[in-house]
DNA sequence: CGCTTCAGAATATGATCAAAAATCGGGCTG
DNA sequence: CAGCCCGATTTTTGATCATATTCTGAAGCG
């Protein structure tokens, strides 16, 4: 079940490695990332992690930053804002869509994954919560098959994450968003609206989070305003 | 005006050029693309050329073709489905944002652009068309300032391109959707909800064509299906 | 205080290695 | 005897690395 041993390229290992990075909060938003420093630090060429910084930028997880250097991107309220829109937009209907194609191992596995969750929130594990909270979405999304939806929907979460991971780190894992028990419950009844609205408000209750940790922070510690 | 006459990198120069191939339907569907032949045609070295190609294959511009070639993809009826789920969540907010940012000389911008556009409608100019279609829609976006969308509705125009193209040499330049003067004396009277109605008709109409387009192939004439 | 110089990092090139695909030849079968 | 299929060789293509070049940022000097 682990697939390929040694098949993927050099690249495409690199690629995954900070892709994680960036979806776990291992990479701080504003932290600077230079391509040679990740090539020693990865131990590989600096051709593969060049390839990899090019994906993660077209996508949004990294941006150029003026000079030579590249970051974690700091969004803004009003760009979270652009990214909530987006996620309310395609999440609910990916999960409607994947209510279709689902199997009862498919719900066991998203149980699963929902059940590691719980156990790292109960741990105050932040990256626990990061890995397994991202997994039981991007798996309920995988079974929709509507894989132009899915890498919108990536895409968002690559944005999302480093904002997520910041406020986790101020405010620890209680309160933390979780209707997942409720979108299992309805996917068990295979009830796609259900699931669909569970979905929605998991994601909002997260935003709504998100948002305040961010309006507090543009309010007045970070002076991103005048002065 | 003209910004910077020869400051971009090589790798920016192939990535633009690539995409105004895919865009623009100069590349057509199903058709192969390997690196070496694209960097022999545009004069570069393969490395540029290359990390071109990682961009717009991690936009979904491109596929990788089982192993090692790369090509333009050929959507089904169902993937076309999905992009034009994305683009009627993502285009009409777009324009409704643009609205309140927006000065009289975008206006006049925009209205040069639907000149051109009828101009080239006029001619059968099919290139033409596409081009200054997209630019209308591009410019217009662009006013809202809302980058996350923006990147969004980028990536969903490139995989709508190839598509687009293959409908218009098969019926030419007649009837196509043109509800840009509708948009444009919205704008004028700065009624933000009749310009997001009116681009949000503008798609409707050109989706609906090219659905017909595609599920006339797959009914018959490819044999995508059984036999 | 401004200009020049220096250092570091990123970009781009070419070569080299590995893999896959296409082609060609031989053997087998009808 | 002719056609077809299978396998090996060849060629094309892609991936990686090491290196040279260029550009940007900063520090030092006039």
Redesign the interface.
Known sequence: MTAEPVKLPE?ERAYRALREMVLYGELAPGQPVTIQGLADLAGLGM?PV??AI??LT???ALVFKGNRRVEVPELTLA?YG??A??RR??EP?LARRAVENMEKTDISALEEEDAALDAAIARGDVRGYLQHNHLFHAKLYALSG????I??SE?LWL?SGPPLRVMLGRHGTANLPDLHREALAAMRAGDATAVAEAILGDIEQGIAQVSRSLGATEGGETGQGLR
Chains 1, 2 share one sequence.
């Open positions: 690249h051709t060049r390839e090019r994906r077209s996508q949004g760009q652009e990214l829109f987006a937009a395609v209907e509507a894989h132009v939806l890498a919108i895409m944005r």
